[in-house]
């Protein structure tokens, strides 16, 4: 199993808690690292995991070397004659990590007969396989014929889902002398083009002009998207709309029922007529945004069109535009900001146990081993468990992604508390007066 994703977790804080009925478990995670370029096909070589853990080929066939599948995505395949991890299919990094700009894949293999776990880590490292682009190819402003000189309008930003060097790089215009180009850079690095009239517009001279808005990457070779823009000359108009806020912030719970009405923004005109009738738009957003979030261009009312999950994105950013019927316009920042809510109960799976134990196994003998993780953040997401019954065993505590034990509760520390799955695991004693004794019992966990 290769799921986890690091970055994007790396905002959450997940609590995760492990136990183990012997002192003796031996843990290896992260022992083991590789780089592969996305895009391989399926059965690529990714690392000599027999010689980069010195492990003989024999003994990696005959002890139930494998790697661990905890019911997701399986990305990576360990063959056992070979000894070699491969991919066990395409790898998108733009899919697995659209939001990371350090795309990292990790899984498990375990060696049953020996009860070791050993924690594997491949960097899914960029192509350039993606050009820029821009949500709309064809873009419309409008500006009064009275626009002076100097005067600035904000243009769409291309998106380009490659990273370093292969993502977004810079910006060209052509098409018109009336207009020049200005690329200012944001406080997150993004850079963002900006329409900058050179010279004074005339409408009874031109009713309309058109450009070409060229973004390019930095790949070898370069890849480019474009974008046209039709300007059209209004006749005059005295104000711009403006925006009650900069910048507009709210905080929900991940849980804000669909259809629900976040914010509205309010940008008012001092002029009459068209020319104050204010529209709004979203001039930046990720594609998420766009489908978790709607603008209503009327009203500016932002609503809640898809559920919320903390766990897939705690934060959003819009940038919005205002533009009144002459065609100026003002812009502000929208941050919705998802709080936590406990709505993720404690998954507990059973990763390896053994089926019997015989009366004279001295103590530290490993019985049985488990996985428990919360995928909700803070004390929604801090595991406890405990032995359930009177038996003769004991939980040893690791801080990795393992745990082993038996007869056990968990639950987190969330309001309400949830406990997680049901669990439930059969020993048997062997005896020396040559019968067997059986112990079976524990439904895992409960709802404290």
Known sequence: MCAAREGRWGRRQRALLCCVLVAAWEAAWGQ???SVPEEL??????????????????????????????????????????????????????????????????????????????????????????????????????????????????????HDPDVGVNSLQSYELSGDEHFS???????????????????????????????????????????????????????????????SQAVYAVRVPEDVPVGSTLLTLTATDADEGLNANVKYSLKKATDIASEIFHLDPEMGSIRLVRSLDFEEGDSYVLGVQSRDGGGLSDTATVSISVTDVNDNAPELTVSSALSEVSEDAPSGTVVALLHVQDRDSGANGEVRCSLVGDVPFRYSYTFHTRCQGLHHFCSDHGVPIFGGSNVSLRIKYLLKSAYVREVSEVKGCRLE
């Open 41 to 158: 096909p399926k059965g690529s070589f990714v690392g000599d995991v027999a010689k980069d853990l010195a492990l003989q080929l024999a003994a990696l066939r005959d002890r139930g070397a494998h790697i661990l599948d905890r019911g997701r995505t399986r990305y990576f395949a360990l063959h056992a004659n070979s000894g070699h991890l491969v991919t066990a299919e395409r790898l998108d990094r733009e899919q697995l990590c659209r939001l990371v700009e350090r795309c990292v894949l990790r899984c498990e293999v375990i060696v049953e007969s020996e009860m070791k776990i050993y924690g594997i880590g491949v960097e899914i490292t960029d192509i350039n396989d993606n050009a820029p682009s821009f949500n709309e190819v064809h873009l419309e402003e409008e500006m009064s014929e009275s626009t002076a000189p100097g005067s600035r309008f904000p243009l769409a930003e291309a």
């Open 181 to 243: 180009l200005s690329v200012q850079a944001g406080a997150d690095g993004e850079k963002r083009p900006e329409l900058v009239l050179a010279k004074a517009l005339d409408r009874e001279e031109a009713a309309f002009h058109e450009l070409v808005l060229r973004a390019s990457d930095g790949g070898e070779p370069s890849r480019t998207g474009t974008a046209l823009i039709r300007v059209s000359v209004l006749d005059a108009n005295d104000n711009a709309p403006v925006f």
């Open 32 to 34: 083991l690292r590789y």
